[in-house]
Protein backbone atom coordinates (compact mmCIF):
# COMPACT_ATOMS: atom_id res chain seq x y z
CA UNK A 1 0.00 0.00 0.00
CA UNK A 2 2.63 2.55 0.72
CA UNK A 3 4.34 1.58 -2.61
CA UNK A 4 1.05 2.77 -4.33
CA UNK A 5 0.86 5.80 -2.07
CA UNK A 6 4.57 6.35 -3.17
CA UNK A 7 3.46 6.03 -6.86
CA UNK A 8 0.36 8.13 -7.08
CA UNK A 9 1.86 10.93 -5.25
CA UNK A 10 5.30 10.62 -7.50
CA UNK A 11 2.70 10.73 -10.49
CA UNK A 12 0.96 13.79 -8.57
CA UNK A 13 4.18 15.39 -8.76
CA UNK A 14 5.08 14.94 -12.02
CA UNK A 15 1.60 16.57 -12.91
CA UNK A 16 2.00 19.67 -11.26
CA UNK A 17 5.53 20.00 -12.94
CA UNK A 18 4.04 19.63 -15.92
CA UNK A 19 1.35 22.37 -15.23
CA UNK A 20 3.49 24.64 -13.55
CA UNK A 21 4.63 27.79 -15.59
CA UNK A 22 8.59 27.67 -17.22
CA UNK A 23 10.54 29.56 -15.21
CA UNK A 24 13.31 31.18 -16.62
CA UNK A 25 16.10 28.24 -16.62
CA UNK A 26 13.38 25.92 -17.93
CA UNK A 27 12.47 27.50 -21.09
CA UNK A 28 10.36 25.26 -23.44
CA UNK A 29 12.10 23.90 -26.65
CA UNK A 30 11.64 25.15 -30.36
CA UNK A 31 11.90 21.34 -31.57
CA UNK A 32 13.22 21.75 -35.49
CA UNK A 33 13.31 18.49 -37.41
CA UNK A 34 15.81 17.17 -39.85
CA UNK A 35 15.34 14.52 -42.33
CA UNK A 36 18.76 13.23 -44.18
CA UNK A 37 20.07 10.75 -45.97
CA UNK A 38 22.58 9.65 -43.44
CA UNK A 39 23.17 6.15 -44.35
CA UNK A 40 22.83 4.45 -47.99
CA UNK A 41 24.32 5.41 -51.55
CA UNK A 42 23.99 9.09 -50.55
CA UNK A 43 25.77 9.19 -47.35
CA UNK A 44 27.71 12.18 -48.32
CA UNK A 45 25.23 14.78 -48.37
CA UNK A 46 23.21 13.37 -45.59
CA UNK A 47 26.02 13.20 -43.21
CA UNK A 48 27.50 16.63 -43.19
CA UNK A 49 23.78 17.79 -43.00
CA UNK A 50 23.41 15.85 -39.79
CA UNK A 51 26.13 16.87 -38.05
CA UNK A 52 26.03 20.48 -38.75
CA UNK A 53 22.52 20.42 -37.25
CA UNK A 54 23.88 19.03 -34.52
CA UNK A 55 26.49 21.34 -34.56
CA UNK A 56 24.27 24.46 -34.77
CA UNK A 57 22.40 23.10 -31.67
CA UNK A 58 25.01 22.76 -29.70
CA UNK A 59 26.11 26.44 -30.25
CA UNK A 60 22.53 28.09 -30.83
CA UNK A 61 22.21 26.84 -27.18
CA UNK A 62 25.31 27.93 -25.68
CA UNK A 63 24.57 31.16 -26.40
CA UNK A 64 20.98 31.23 -24.32
CA UNK A 65 19.20 29.37 -27.26
CA UNK A 66 16.58 31.82 -29.67
CA UNK A 67 14.71 34.38 -26.65
CA UNK A 68 15.68 32.17 -23.78
CA UNK A 69 14.51 29.15 -25.44
CA UNK A 70 16.50 26.44 -25.95
CA UNK A 71 16.40 24.56 -29.69
CA UNK A 72 15.90 20.93 -29.84
CA UNK A 73 17.03 19.47 -33.47
CA UNK A 74 15.14 15.86 -34.20
CA UNK A 75 16.98 14.04 -36.82
CA UNK A 76 16.10 11.07 -38.71
CA UNK A 77 17.92 9.28 -41.43
CA UNK A 78 15.86 8.52 -44.45
CA UNK A 79 18.73 6.24 -45.78
CA UNK A 80 17.56 7.97 -49.26
CA UNK A 81 14.13 6.24 -49.27
CA UNK A 82 11.21 8.19 -51.00
CA UNK A 83 8.65 6.15 -48.44
CA UNK A 84 10.91 6.04 -45.23
CA UNK A 85 11.14 10.10 -46.03
CA UNK A 86 7.63 10.49 -45.66
CA UNK A 87 7.28 8.04 -42.57
CA UNK A 88 10.00 10.31 -41.10
CA UNK A 89 7.72 13.36 -41.92
CA UNK A 90 4.67 11.61 -40.47
CA UNK A 91 6.59 10.82 -36.99
CA UNK A 92 8.44 14.54 -36.97
CA UNK A 93 4.92 16.30 -37.06
CA UNK A 94 2.27 13.76 -35.30
CA UNK A 95 4.82 13.02 -32.40
CA UNK A 96 7.43 15.50 -32.19
CA UNK A 97 5.71 18.46 -32.80
CA UNK A 98 8.08 19.84 -35.37
CA UNK A 99 7.52 23.79 -35.71
CA UNK A 100 9.44 23.57 -39.50
CA UNK A 101 11.58 20.64 -41.22
CA UNK A 102 15.07 20.87 -42.58
CA UNK A 103 15.69 18.40 -45.87
CA UNK A 104 15.27 16.19 -47.66
CA UNK A 105 18.88 15.69 -49.19
CA UNK A 106 17.33 14.63 -52.14
CA UNK A 107 15.06 15.41 -54.79
CA UNK A 108 13.02 12.23 -54.61
CA UNK A 109 12.94 12.46 -51.23
CA UNK A 110 11.91 16.04 -50.98
CA UNK A 111 9.15 15.76 -53.68
CA UNK A 112 7.55 12.34 -51.20
CA UNK A 113 6.82 14.37 -48.46
CA UNK A 114 5.43 17.50 -49.72
CA UNK A 115 2.27 16.41 -49.58
CA UNK A 116 2.87 15.39 -45.62
CA UNK A 117 4.19 18.61 -44.73
CA UNK A 118 1.93 21.14 -46.89
CA UNK A 119 -1.68 19.92 -45.63
CA UNK A 120 0.22 20.08 -41.96
CA UNK A 121 1.40 23.28 -42.29
CA UNK A 122 4.75 22.64 -41.22
CA UNK A 123 7.24 25.20 -43.21
CA UNK A 124 9.82 22.95 -44.87
CA UNK A 125 13.56 23.89 -46.20
CA UNK A 126 14.64 21.59 -48.45
CA UNK A 127 18.01 20.76 -49.29
CA UNK A 128 17.62 19.37 -52.71
CA UNK A 129 18.30 20.92 -55.93
CA UNK A 130 14.95 20.03 -57.99
CA UNK A 131 13.37 23.13 -59.35
CA UNK A 132 9.78 21.49 -58.53
CA UNK A 133 10.46 21.42 -55.03
CA UNK A 134 9.12 25.19 -54.80
CA UNK A 135 7.75 25.39 -58.25
CA UNK A 136 5.16 26.81 -58.96
CA UNK A 137 5.14 28.36 -55.48
CA UNK A 138 1.27 28.41 -55.39
CA UNK A 139 1.30 24.37 -54.95
CA UNK A 140 4.25 24.96 -52.76
CA UNK A 141 2.89 27.54 -49.83
CA UNK A 142 4.98 26.01 -47.49
CA UNK A 143 7.94 25.00 -49.25
CA UNK A 144 11.49 26.75 -49.28
CA UNK A 145 15.00 25.04 -50.21
CA UNK A 146 18.35 26.58 -49.80
CA UNK A 147 20.30 24.23 -52.41
CA UNK A 148 20.59 25.64 -55.90
CA UNK A 149 18.40 24.84 -58.60
CA UNK A 150 19.03 22.67 -61.36
CA UNK A 151 17.87 25.17 -63.80
CA UNK A 152 20.57 27.69 -62.39
CA UNK A 153 23.27 24.81 -62.59
CA UNK A 154 22.38 24.33 -66.49
CA UNK A 155 22.31 27.65 -66.96
CA UNK A 156 26.19 27.92 -65.39
CA UNK A 157 27.17 25.35 -67.64
CA UNK A 158 26.26 26.18 -70.91
CA UNK A 159 27.52 29.85 -70.21
CA UNK A 160 30.45 28.26 -69.98
CA UNK A 161 30.59 25.84 -73.17
CA UNK A 162 29.65 28.76 -74.72
CA UNK A 163 32.83 30.38 -73.64
CA UNK A 164 34.29 27.28 -74.65
CA UNK A 165 32.94 27.34 -78.38
CA UNK A 166 31.54 24.35 -76.95
CA UNK A 167 27.96 23.68 -78.70
CA UNK A 168 27.70 19.45 -79.11
CA UNK A 169 27.11 18.03 -75.85
CA UNK A 170 25.81 14.08 -75.06
CA UNK A 171 23.94 13.69 -71.73
CA UNK A 172 23.58 10.91 -69.73
CA UNK A 173 21.34 11.18 -66.54
CA UNK A 174 20.31 9.23 -63.39
CA UNK A 175 17.14 7.57 -63.44
CA UNK A 176 15.48 9.16 -60.18
CA UNK A 177 13.71 12.40 -60.58
CA UNK A 178 16.90 14.57 -60.01
CA UNK A 179 18.02 13.06 -62.67
CA UNK A 180 14.68 13.67 -64.90
CA UNK A 181 14.19 17.14 -63.36
CA UNK A 182 18.33 17.73 -64.55
CA UNK A 183 17.71 16.03 -68.04
CA UNK A 184 14.48 18.62 -68.38
CA UNK A 185 16.55 21.66 -67.80
CA UNK A 186 19.67 20.57 -70.37
CA UNK A 187 17.18 19.41 -73.00
CA UNK A 188 14.99 22.87 -72.46
CA UNK A 189 17.53 25.08 -72.26
CA UNK A 190 19.80 23.90 -74.94
CA UNK A 191 18.09 25.78 -77.55
CA UNK A 192 18.65 29.28 -76.78
CA UNK A 193 22.08 28.54 -75.38
CA UNK A 194 22.77 27.68 -78.98
CA UNK A 195 23.76 23.84 -77.45
CA UNK A 196 22.62 20.63 -79.43
CA UNK A 197 21.94 17.53 -77.58
CA UNK A 198 23.64 14.36 -79.67
CA UNK A 199 22.62 11.83 -77.39
CA UNK A 200 20.72 11.21 -74.52
CA UNK A 201 21.31 8.16 -71.76
CA UNK A 202 20.36 7.18 -68.81
CA UNK A 203 21.76 5.29 -66.08
CA UNK A 204 20.65 3.58 -62.85
CA UNK A 205 21.33 4.51 -59.11
CA UNK A 206 23.14 1.53 -58.08
CA UNK A 207 25.13 1.02 -61.56
CA UNK A 208 28.65 0.36 -61.58
CA UNK A 209 29.15 0.04 -65.42
CA UNK A 210 28.44 2.66 -68.10
CA UNK A 211 31.02 1.14 -70.47
CA UNK A 212 27.28 0.27 -73.13
CA UNK A 213 26.08 3.81 -72.91
CA UNK A 214 29.31 6.15 -73.12
CA UNK A 215 30.62 3.45 -76.05
CA UNK A 216 27.22 4.81 -77.85
CA UNK A 217 27.85 8.54 -77.17
CA UNK A 218 31.38 7.77 -77.97
CA UNK A 219 30.73 7.43 -81.29
CA UNK A 220 28.49 10.96 -81.53
CA UNK A 221 30.08 14.20 -82.45
CA UNK A 222 29.62 15.38 -78.92
CA UNK A 223 32.60 17.63 -77.73
CA UNK A 224 31.93 17.38 -74.30
CA UNK A 225 29.79 14.93 -71.87
CA UNK A 226 27.43 16.02 -69.28
CA UNK A 227 26.32 13.77 -66.13
CA UNK A 228 23.55 14.45 -64.07
CA UNK A 229 23.47 12.50 -61.03
CA UNK A 230 24.72 11.64 -57.39
CA UNK A 231 26.25 8.86 -55.72
CA UNK A 232 29.00 6.01 -56.70
CA UNK A 233 27.29 5.77 -59.88
CA UNK A 234 28.52 9.32 -61.10
CA UNK A 235 31.99 8.42 -60.46
CA UNK A 236 31.59 5.34 -62.16
CA UNK A 237 31.04 7.34 -65.28
CA UNK A 238 34.70 9.25 -64.82
CA UNK A 239 36.07 6.06 -64.46
CA UNK A 240 34.24 4.32 -67.60
CA UNK A 241 35.16 7.52 -69.79
CA UNK A 242 38.88 7.29 -69.03
CA UNK A 243 39.01 3.21 -69.45
CA UNK A 244 37.50 4.31 -73.06
CA UNK A 245 40.17 6.61 -73.56
CA UNK A 246 37.61 9.81 -74.09
CA UNK A 247 39.33 12.99 -74.88
CA UNK A 248 36.85 15.15 -74.31
CA UNK A 249 35.89 17.22 -70.90
CA UNK A 250 33.09 15.07 -68.73
CA UNK A 251 31.03 18.09 -66.97
CA UNK A 252 29.29 16.56 -63.70
CA UNK A 253 26.41 18.67 -62.35
CA UNK A 254 26.30 20.39 -59.10
CA UNK A 255 25.51 16.80 -57.37
CA UNK A 256 29.09 16.18 -57.49
CA UNK A 257 30.45 18.78 -55.77
CA UNK A 258 31.96 17.06 -52.55
CA UNK A 259 35.11 15.25 -51.99
CA UNK A 260 33.26 12.49 -52.09
CA UNK A 261 33.37 12.45 -55.67
CA UNK A 262 36.81 12.79 -56.04
CA UNK A 263 38.02 9.73 -53.17
CA UNK A 264 35.41 7.71 -55.23
CA UNK A 265 36.99 8.67 -58.50
CA UNK A 266 40.37 8.40 -58.18
CA UNK A 267 42.48 9.70 -60.80
CA UNK A 268 39.53 9.42 -63.42
CA UNK A 269 37.91 12.71 -61.37
CA UNK A 270 41.54 14.43 -62.88
CA UNK A 271 40.09 17.48 -65.19
CA UNK A 272 36.29 16.96 -64.09
CA UNK A 273 34.10 20.38 -64.42
CA UNK A 274 31.37 21.29 -62.52
CA UNK A 275 29.08 24.07 -61.04
CA UNK A 276 29.77 24.28 -57.46
CA UNK A 277 28.57 26.67 -54.91
CA UNK A 278 31.26 29.15 -53.52
CA UNK A 279 32.54 26.70 -50.63
CA UNK A 280 34.54 24.89 -52.99
CA UNK A 281 36.93 27.85 -53.62
CA UNK A 282 36.01 30.36 -50.80
CA UNK A 283 39.53 31.25 -50.37
CA UNK A 284 40.12 32.25 -54.01
CA UNK A 285 36.98 34.73 -52.98
CA UNK A 286 37.72 39.04 -52.66
CA UNK A 287 37.36 39.51 -49.47
CA UNK A 288 34.45 42.10 -50.24
CA UNK A 289 32.28 39.14 -50.99
CA UNK A 290 29.49 38.78 -48.87
CA UNK A 291 29.74 35.23 -48.81
CA UNK A 292 33.60 34.81 -47.96
CA UNK A 293 33.34 35.95 -43.97
CA UNK A 294 29.93 33.36 -43.63
CA UNK A 295 31.86 30.59 -45.77
CA UNK A 296 35.00 30.78 -43.60
CA UNK A 297 33.01 30.62 -40.34
CA UNK A 298 31.34 27.51 -41.20
CA UNK A 299 34.32 25.71 -42.97
CA UNK A 300 36.43 27.00 -39.77
CA UNK A 301 33.77 25.51 -37.25
CA UNK A 302 33.15 22.46 -39.19
CA UNK A 303 36.81 21.02 -39.91
CA UNK A 304 37.59 21.76 -36.37
CA UNK A 305 34.29 20.03 -35.10
CA UNK A 306 34.44 17.00 -37.35
CA UNK A 307 37.99 16.55 -38.51
CA UNK A 308 36.60 16.34 -41.77
CA UNK A 309 36.06 18.41 -45.20
CA UNK A 310 32.91 20.56 -45.60
CA UNK A 311 30.72 20.27 -48.96
CA UNK A 312 28.38 22.42 -50.29
CA UNK A 313 25.35 19.89 -48.95
CA UNK A 314 26.55 20.75 -45.33
CA UNK A 315 26.22 24.37 -46.08
CA UNK A 316 22.51 23.62 -47.18
CA UNK A 317 21.72 22.56 -43.56
CA UNK A 318 23.03 25.23 -42.30
CA UNK A 319 21.64 28.32 -44.24
CA UNK A 320 18.52 26.39 -43.38
CA UNK A 321 19.35 26.23 -39.52
CA UNK A 322 20.35 30.05 -39.67
CA UNK A 323 17.08 31.58 -42.06
CA UNK A 324 15.31 29.31 -38.93
CA UNK A 325 16.82 31.13 -36.12
CA UNK A 326 16.38 34.53 -37.67
CA UNK A 327 12.78 33.83 -38.62
CA UNK A 328 11.74 31.85 -34.66
CA UNK A 329 13.80 34.74 -33.38
CA UNK A 330 10.50 36.66 -34.63
CA UNK A 331 7.60 34.33 -34.99
CA UNK A 332 8.37 32.16 -32.17
CA UNK A 333 6.53 29.20 -32.24
CA UNK A 334 3.41 30.07 -34.56
CA UNK A 335 4.20 28.42 -37.21
CA UNK A 336 2.04 30.43 -40.53
CA UNK A 337 4.59 33.40 -38.74
CA UNK A 338 7.66 31.28 -39.44
CA UNK A 339 6.52 30.58 -42.87
CA UNK A 340 5.96 33.93 -43.77
CA UNK A 341 9.20 35.03 -42.22
CA UNK A 342 10.55 32.80 -44.36
CA UNK A 343 9.23 34.40 -46.95
CA UNK A 344 10.02 37.79 -46.16
CA UNK A 345 13.78 37.14 -46.16
CA UNK A 346 16.30 39.54 -48.08
CA UNK A 347 19.70 40.67 -48.62
CA UNK A 348 20.64 37.17 -46.66
CA UNK A 349 24.64 36.43 -47.03
CA UNK A 350 24.79 32.76 -46.51
CA UNK A 351 26.60 29.67 -47.71
CA UNK A 352 25.23 28.86 -50.70
CA UNK A 353 24.36 32.31 -52.09
CA UNK A 354 22.70 35.74 -51.38
CA UNK A 355 18.81 35.02 -50.55
CA UNK A 356 16.33 36.74 -51.27
CA UNK A 357 12.96 35.34 -50.72
CA UNK A 358 9.57 36.28 -52.07
CA UNK A 359 5.90 35.04 -52.58
CA UNK A 360 6.66 34.24 -55.97
CA UNK A 361 10.58 32.39 -55.29
CA UNK A 362 11.17 30.45 -52.74
CA UNK A 363 14.07 29.56 -53.22
CA UNK A 364 15.96 33.12 -53.67
CA UNK A 365 18.71 32.62 -55.21
CA UNK A 366 20.46 34.11 -58.18
CA UNK A 367 22.61 32.32 -60.88
CA UNK A 368 25.63 34.25 -59.36
CA UNK A 369 25.19 31.55 -56.36
CA UNK A 370 27.73 29.22 -58.81
CA UNK A 371 31.00 28.98 -60.01
CA UNK A 372 32.14 26.82 -62.19
CA UNK A 373 35.32 24.77 -60.45
CA UNK A 374 37.66 21.96 -62.01
CA UNK A 375 39.31 19.22 -60.57
CA UNK A 376 43.00 19.81 -60.24
CA UNK A 377 45.79 17.16 -58.47
CA UNK A 378 42.87 16.32 -56.21
CA UNK A 379 41.15 19.36 -54.96
CA UNK A 380 38.66 22.27 -56.74
CA UNK A 381 40.20 24.98 -58.50
CA UNK A 382 37.95 27.89 -60.07
CA UNK A 383 38.17 28.06 -63.83
CA UNK A 384 35.00 30.56 -64.36
Request: hydrophobic share 40%.
Amino acid sequence: MQRLYKLLGSLSLVALLALAPVGPGLAADLVIGGIFSITGPQSYLGEPQRNTMAMAEEEINAKGGINGQKVKMVVYDDEGDPNKARLNATKLIDRDKVLAIIGPSLTPTSMAIIDITQPAKVPLISCAAGVGITSPVKDRFWVFKTAQTDQMAVGRIYKYLNSQNINKVAIITIASSFGVSGKDQLLNQAPGAGIEVVAQEVFGEKDTDMTPQLTKIRSTPAQAVICWGTGPAISAVAKNMKQLGFTIPLIQSHGAASKRFIEQAGDAAEGVLLPAGKITVYQDLPDTDPQKAVIKNYVEKYEAKFKAPVSSFGGYAYDAVNMLVQTLGKAGSDKAKIRQELENIRNFPAVSGVFNMSPEDHNGLSPDAFVMVKVEQGNWKLVD
